[in-house]
Structure formats: structure tokens, C-alpha cells
């Protein structure tokens, strides 16, 4: 069992940077590719950002190419998205989610997360 508790998320004008947090606890946060998801009101949950439970490999969506970085560090088990030149479209519910030695070829398919944690806010006024 894996435990994801994300935070940092908040209100936020256009051009404004955030950087979310996802602390896991549990199994071992090494063996686990770790993404993230978001969700917009009346939309349908969507891949942001990826990263391999190796480190070395990261997949972004491409509305947050360019402006969103994701990184981790297995001696703190958290994983992190950085997230510059937000835009008003960024607003939605941000969760994070682990899938056990997760292949590069499923990093962005929602099915493939087993644990997921339970969101953090993210609104971004123009």
C-alpha cells in the first residue's frame, strides 16, 4: 500500500509560479513511476506530467510543455511539479498518482497508476 498526500496547490494570477509536492509513503518510492493528473470542473481527469521510477526518463503533456518540470527525490519519497507561466486554462484539481515499475510506454495512461492521492487546488485568475 502506497499513501500520496500532495500539497502547494492555491490561487494564483496569470504568469504566477507554483510548485506542488507529493509526499508517498508505503512501499518502496524508488520502484514507483510517479505522475501527475489534473482535472478541471466538468472535464475529464488528464495526464500533465511523468516520471520514471529509474528518475532518468519524464514525459509531458503539450499544453505544459515548456512550462512545467517534474523531478523527485527518493531520499525525501516526494515528487514534485514545478509549474511556471501558469495560465487560467492550468485551473484544476492536481493529483498525483504511483504505478509500481511503470513502463515509459504507459507513463501517460490514467489505468496504469495504482495509487493516487486526493488533489490539490490549483486556480489561476486572469
Known amino acids: 500500500q502506497v499513501t500520496l498526500v500532495e500539497s502547494g496547490g492555491g490561487l494564483v494570477q496569470a504568469g504566477d509560479s507554483l510548485r506542488l509536492s507529493c509526499a508517498a509513503s508505503?512501499?518502496?518510492?524508488?520502484?514507483?513511476?510517479m505522475g501527475w493528473f489534473r482535472q478541471a470542473p466538468g472535464k475529464e481527469r488528464e495526464f500533465v506530467a511523468g516520471i520514471s521510477w529509474y528518475g532518468s526518463y519524464t514525459y509531458y503533456a503539450d499544453s505544459v510543455k515548456g512550462r512545467f518540470a517534474i523531478s523527485r527525490d527518493n531520499a525525501k519519497n516526494t515528487v514534485y511539479l514545478q509549474m511556471n507561466s501558469l495560465k487560467p486554462e492550468d485551473t484544476a484539481v492536481y493529483f498525483c498518482a504511483a504505478a509500481w515499475k511503470g513502463e515509459r510506454s504507459t507513463i501517460a495512461t490514467m489505468r496504469r497508476y495504482d495509487y493516487w492521492g486526493q488533489g490539490t487546488q490549483v486556480t489561476v485568475s486572469s
Open positions: 508505503g512501499r518502496t518510492f524508488s520502484t514507483f513511476t
